[in-house]
């Protein structure tokens, strides 16, 4: 005789799903997991810049340097960053500010999962807050070179458009973007450690094919190819929008914000599923 309290078995591919439950899940977990992200991200700063001379002065001075160089490049003919509305410092620290909340992010989100793998096979936690924690110190990273870029603004007279207020908006489908892209990253350097190094690779190609350092170019190829840059559209714009107010492609800017939310729901939405196997992986 069948025992009534015996559970029946049903493999995953016969199970009915809802999405929305699983995201009302993922929400819930978010939600009851702030603390837990506040101590992941005091972690990471303090062990970044612990037993460091210059500490989080690093967060400026890697920006400085990249622009010395392309101003020697610019200036001395080597390399033509095309001509700015406003000084090329100006031009390209902004740019480079913006930029780096998209690659610092990318990375640190990439090599979160990896980095916390000791943490990960101790305690059950949602992983989900590994990446929002990553996420949080490039933001801070951010705030502070923004900081510092306003008083390059006052050093060269530059007053930027009213519409600056609105930044944070403009913001939030380039983090969006950089978020989702971690959840599909981290997971795949969860089981292939070679990941996080052709992200690497991938960041730095893609600064040099963004316009960040210099004019974007108008030749036929180049638009080709910046139609299909999501996050440089989306650095583009934000620029465009401190600096004179106005986006100058506002359909790639729409388009690129509906991509950024598709790309976080879909690939955060999939970390969930497959996270209860992550930590048998790391």
């Known amino acids: 005789m069948k025992n009534p309290n015996e559970k029946v078995y049903i493999p995953i591919s016969e199970q009915k799903i809802s999405i929305f439950a699983v995201w009302t899940e993922m929400f819930d977990e978010i939600k009851s997991s702030y603390e837990l992200i506040w101590r992941l991200f005091l972690r990471d700063f303090i062990a970044g810049y612990k037993q460091s001379i210059l500490g989080i002065l690093w967060v400026i001075i890697m920006p400085l340097i990249m622009t010395s160089i392309f101003i020697f490049l610019n200036y001395s003919g080597i390399f033509n960053t095309g001509q700015t509305t406003v000084p090329y410092p100006v031009f390209s620290l902004l740019g480079l500010t913006i930029w780096q909340l998209f690659s610092s992010g990318v990375i640190s989100c990439t090599n979160s999962l990896v980095i916390s793998g000791g943490l990960i096979t101790k305690i059950n936690f949602p992983k989900e807050t590994l990446i929002f924690s990553s996420i949080s110190q490039s933001i801070l990273d951010f705030i502070i070179r923004f900081i510092f870029l306003g008083i390059v603004f006052v050093i060269f007279r530059i007053c930027p458009s009213w519409k600056i207020i609105f930044l944070p908006l403009f913001l939030i489908p380039l983090i969006l973007f950089t978020i989702g892209l971690g ?30 350092l210099y004019q974007q170019p108008t030749s036929k190829i180049y638009n080709m190819f910046y139609k299909l840059n999501i996050p440089g559209i989306l650095i583009v714009s934000t620029r465009d929008i401190v600096l004179t107010g106005n986006i100058s492609q506002p359909t790639l800017f729409f388009y690129s914000c509906i991509i950024s939310i598709l790309v976080f729901v879909i690939f955060w939405t999939l970390f969930h599923l497959v996270e209860p196997i992550v930590s048998d992986r790391i």
């Open 183 to 212: 959840f599909l990253f981290s997971l795949f350097n969860a089981f292939i450690h070679d990941i996080s190094n052709l992200v690497s690779l991938f960041v730095t190609f893609l600064l040099f094919m963004t316009p960040v």
